[in-house]
């Protein structure tokens, strides 16, 4: 269902935090990443979503501090 779809993409973003911590720069993107791809699929599904629509911006963000700045 959706909302177990919804509930993996978090568990995916809180584990790249985590290894963002940990200095596992390189599993923190991919965490990211995976749970934007997530994200995005039910953003498609249901367009008006503001959650998602949110969850969308501060993955973007948190892949774009990793990038960016990884110590930060």
């Known amino acids: 269902t959706t909302s177990t779809v919804a509930l993996i993409g978090i568990m995916l973003q809180d584990l790249a935090e985590a290894r963002r911590e940990m200095g596992d720069l390189t599993g923190a993107v ?18 008006k979503n503001l959650t998602h629509r949110r969850r969308i911006f501060t993955l973007h963000f948190a892949l774009a501090s990793t990038l960016g700045n990884p110590h930060g």
């Open 30 to 47: 991919r965490g990211y990443e995976e749970a934007l791809q997530i994200r995005k699929q039910l953003l498609e599904k249901d367009q």
